[in-house]
Structure formats: structure tokens, C-alpha cells
């Protein structure tokens, strides 16, 4: 009887054991969880913080080049009034005087 008694109250060591170890292992479990979830939530803040700050440096690029891209059209426009300008001001009685005949059929 007292075999018994030893084989229970092994049997009954084990079982506690069992329900330690199961139970160190959920607290590991959640553990692992909470520091994976952290590190995707960590990861997801470096992306957006990258992904922001690349957004930042084209959109600065692109509003850089469209304002160069304007500043060349208003040199070309200015360029091309001032040469209009200039050949009216130095052909404005031959030019007169073609569009005359030409108006008048001659």
C-alpha cells in the first residue's frame, strides 16, 4: 500500500510538473506574441516614417522641376515677345506696307 502511496504521490509530482510547464509555456506564448506584435508595430512606424520622408523629398524634386520648368517658359515667352517686339519696331512701315497690298490685291 505504501508503493501506492509513493507511485500517487509521484504521478501526482508529475501532474503538477505537467501543469507548470504547460503553464510556463502559455505565459512564453503570449509573451513572444506581445514582443512580435511590438516589433510590427515598430516596423510599420519606420515604413510610414520612411515612406513619408520619401514622399517629402519627391514631391519638393518634382515642385523644384515645375518651377524651373515655368521659369524657362516665361525666359522663352519673354525672349519671343522681345523679338516680335524688336522686328515690329525695326520693320513696322514694311510690314504695314505688305499687309496694304496684300489687302488691296496688289
Known amino acids: 500500500?505504501?508503493?501506492m502511496v509513493t507511485v500517487i504521490n509521484r504521478?501526482?509530482?508529475i501532474e503538477a510538473a505537467a501543469?507548470?510547464?504547460?503553464q510556463q509555456a502559455?505565459?512564453?506564448k503570449r509573451r513572444i506574441a506581445r514582443e512580435y506584435e511590438q516589433k510590427t508595430l515598430d516596423f510599420d512606424q519606420e515604413i510610414e516614417?520612411?515612406?513619408k520622408e520619401k514622399l517629402k523629398v519627391l514631391s519638393e524634386k518634382l515642385k523644384q522641376e515645375a518651377q524651373d520648368e515655368l521659369l524657362?517658359?516665361?525666359q522663352g515667352t519673354d525672349q519671343a515677345l522681345a523679338a516680335m517686339e524688336k522686328?515690329?519696331?525695326?520693320?513696322?512701315?514694311?510690314?504695314?506696307?505688305k499687309l496694304f497690298h496684300e489687302i488691296i490685291g496688289e
Not at 19 to 22: G, K, Q, S, Y
Open 11 to 13: 504521478l501526482s509530482e
Open 49 to 51: 516614417a520612411e515612406t
Open 87 to 97: 522686328e515690329y519696331t525695326e520693320n513696322h512701315a514694311k510690314i504695314a506696307e
Open 72 to 74: 524657362k517658359l516665361r
Open 19 to 22: 501543469v507548470n510547464l504547460e
Open 26 to 28: 502559455a505565459d512564453e
Open 1 to 3: 500500500m505504501e508503493q
